[in-house]
């Protein structure tokens, strides 16, 4: 490219052909104020901030940023004649916006306010002017348009039309009033807005900014502009697989989805989806289906591209032995085994998978794909023994075992002995899920058992939904109000769909008892409760109280481990390994715990992450550099070019086809049937596109700059 040679204040600079003085200027370290430019936009000089004098003072200033360099040309940046320009065009600019500076959320992060502190201007000096146009189309989702605070610069304008070939946004005029608007005076929405953010990245002032909450503001900002990858544990690049769905390359989906998670299909049926909870799409109609798209990507990729392109590294001759074939074992063992490391599994069941297969009821996550996610999982090197019961994890490093990684989950249900608790009457809902899983009597639960069960989080409902599988009939108490229930939606509506009666808002007395049987619970309706010290404390409703009949009593208020100091870990006072600092190596050295067996019950998927984070120190501790990223597709980048789709802001989210309730009563069938091609690429296209907003350049401030 050819080079141009010339003179910015007395300072040699060497440009490219073709840039502008203002480009050229920045680029060497030589600030010129300017507020209408945008190093993504096209310049069109309407501030008048960045006037220079060219080839003397003689000669009438131009705007820099419309400015071509040229061999030779001889360049003045600052002079008394271009200040009182720069104040002068500030000056207007001023007038009509609003004084309170401190009470915008832009406080401090202002381009405009930092120009105010540069050029030493005030709102003093021109006469206030009052507009009125700035409340129309000022209600919308998303983004907050507070357009008395707009300098009509034109970027958001330009950003809309050039970036994104949407145009929606346009200078218009009423009653002798100049505004920036939206076409045909609508909301966004109205206007099928695509809701990408472009314009808020590029206003230098308050006028358009993201709703409160949108985005994690605590978060870099390369993390916090795609809220739905920040908030997953696995930090998957969410929008990226879903650009791919919408194109119908499925092998590339699950590519990406690989590069983070070794269980994408189990993911797809049972994952809690924080993600979802965090989708800017949620604060326009509703979130896009994340997890259920994983799923269809996974039951569609006839490649196995991600297979092709994993590494596995050769054996380093360091052997490990990970105690606890559940997801955070296996994904551990997985990343270990890639890394070359000889990993051996051992688990005390006679599965691999634990939740996975011992857990979840088979209706909800299908035992032959848990298999299969495990068979790729042993391809990779790793040897699993099952029906294995470790005693005594630190002696396995006695054994030969360079590394040893304690991944046993909480297996524990917890059980609360109220008044008149009678053992033979109670289980667990870990327990009775096991046991249905894996093919065992379950007494407790049958034809004609009249079941309770206690909690309100998707494990009771689990119990609930088996339960009711196996004749019984059921009824689920909790202490949550029913819109603070801790259990997915669906997993609520589709229980109560198959007979089970749901009673939120209550809490537990005690086991009324007849002849030395449990024939009810005695609950009370409660207003709200609290935690005090680790004490519960409850509202009760004065006589609220009413008695339950039940025969069966199933606990699904909590896990915990069933580990002993005869373990050889140091444990806590609530029975979890005790860790050293932020990591999860406990005091024996080479022995490192992770997932629920240290954090209490959590969801597979941040078990996975766990296990990810346990493999990357184990792998360090060995002597390898704790890398298991991988890079299994390459994806071209998105064309910034989304334009408008008629009708956008309305699409609603696809419904999966689901088995009817009276299918599902007495059978372990699955019961989401999942989207079709069409659904799962329409689903796919309502993403807002999130990181296209992280290509958008970051003005530099005027302190950034040497000159």
């Known amino acids: 490219m050819e080079t141009i040679k010339l003179t910015i204040d007395g300072v040699a600079v060497e440009a490219r052909a073709g840039q502008s003085v203002l480009s050229a200027a920045l680029e060497a370290g030589i600030y010129i104020p300017h507020l209408c430019s945008h190093p993504d936009l096209t310049p069109e000089g309407g501030c008048k901030l960045c006037v220079v004098e060219v080839d003397g003072a003689h000669t009438q200033p131009v705007t820099a940023c419309t400015t071509t360099v040229r061999e030779g040309m001889q360049v003045v940046t600052r002079s008394e004649g271009l200040n009182r320009i720069r104040r002068t065009s500030m000056e207007l600019m001023l007038a009509g ?24 201007v005030s709102h003093a000096r021109m006469r206030d002017v009052h507009r009125t146009a700035t409340r129309i189309s000022a209600v919308n989702p998303l ?199 000889a990993v051996t599994l051992l688990e005390r069941l006679p599965v691999a998978g634990g939740m996975m297969t011992t857990g979840i009821p088979a209706y909800r996550l299908p035992r032959e794909e848990v298999r299969q996610e495990v068979a790729y999982i042993l391809e990779a090197g790793v040897t699993l023994r099952t029906g294995v019961n470790v005693t005594n994890a630190a002696a396995l490093l006695e054994e030969g075992y360079d590394g040893v990684l304690v991944a046993v989950g909480a297996a524990a249900g917890k059980v609360i002995a109220l008044e008149g608790y009678v053992p033979q ?59 603070h229930m801790l259990a997915d939606e669906e997993e609520i509506v589709q229980a109560q769909e198959e007979g089970v009666t749901v009673l939120p808002g209550h809490t537990n007395l005690r086991f009324v008892q007849e002849d030395g049987r449990i024939t009810g619970l005695e609950v009370s309706a409660i207003t709200g409760f609290r935690f005090d010290g680790g004490k519960l404390l409850v509202d009760v409703v004065p006589g609220s109280q009413r008695v339950l009949e039940a025969d069966t009593i199933i606990f699904a208020a909590g896990q915990k481990t069933d580990l002993t100091e005869d373990f050889g870990l140091p444990l806590n006072r609530f029975g979890y390994p005790e860790l050293q600092g932020r990591g999860h190596a406990t005091p024996v050295p080479g022995v490192y715990a992770a997932g629920d067996v240290v954090t209490g019950t959590k969801a597979v998927i941040d078990a996975i992450q766990a296990g990810r984070e346990a493999a990357q120190e184990l792998d360090a501790y060995l002597g390898g550099d704790g890398n298991i990223d991988e890079h299994l597709t390459d994806t071209p980048p998105s064309d910034p070019c989304i334009h408008k789709i008629p009708g956008f802001a309305q699409q609603e989210r696809a419904q999966p086809a689901v088995l009817p309730a009276q299918a599902r009563r007495d059978s372990f069938a699955v019961v989401d049937g999942g989207y079709t091609e069409e659904q799962a690429q329409a689903e796919a296209a309502r993403c807002l596109k999130c990181p296209l907003r992280t290509q958008i350049h970051t003005v530099k401030m005027w302190t950034a700059y040497q000159k």
């Open 97 to 120: 916006h609003p004084e309170d500076c401190t009470s915008c959320r832009s406080y401090l992060k202002c381009e405009l306010q930092a120009m105010m502190q540069y050029l030493s």
């Open 425 to 483: 009457q109670c289980t667990t809902a870990v327990e009775l899920l096991r046991a249905v899983s894996l093919g065992q009597d379950t007494p407790l639960v049958g034809p004609g058992k009249r079941v309770l069960v206690l909690g309100g989080g998707n494990v009771a409902f689990d119990a609930a939904r088996v339960s009711a599988r196996l004749g019984a009939q059921v009824t689920v108490t909790c202490l949550e109000e029913r819109a």
């Open 143 to 341: 983004i907050d348009r507070e357009m008395e605070r707009c300098i009509q610069c034109g970027r958001c304008i330009r950003a809309c039309r050039d970036l994104r070939g949407v145009g929606i946004l346009e200078y218009k005029k009423q009653d002798g009033e100049v505004y920036v608007g939206v076409t045909g005076d609508l909301s966004l929405a109205e206007a099928d807005c695509r809701f990408c953010g472009a314009c808020v990245e590029v206003c230098p002032t308050g006028a358009l900014q993201d709703r409160e909450g949108v985005f994690d503001r605590s978060l870099p900002r390369e993390q916090g502009l795609i809220p739905c990858s920040a908030q997953c544990p696995a930090h998957i690049n969410i929008p990226g697989y879903l650009e791919m769905i919408a194109q119908g390359k499925y092998a590339q989906a699950v590519a990406i989805i690989r590069e983070k998670v070794p269980f994408p299909l189990s993911l797809g049926r049972v994952c809690t989806h924080y993600c979802e909870g965090q989708c800017k799409r949620g604060g326009l109609n509703s979130a896009v289906a994340i997890r259920d798209l994983k799923r269809f990507a996974v039951e569609h990729d006839q490649e196995l591209l991600w297979k092709k392109n994993s590494v596995h590294l050769p054996a380093t001759g360091k052997k490990v032995a990970v105690v606890g074939a559940g997801p955070c074992g296996l994904t551990a063992a997985y990343y270990l085994a890639k890394k070359g490391h």
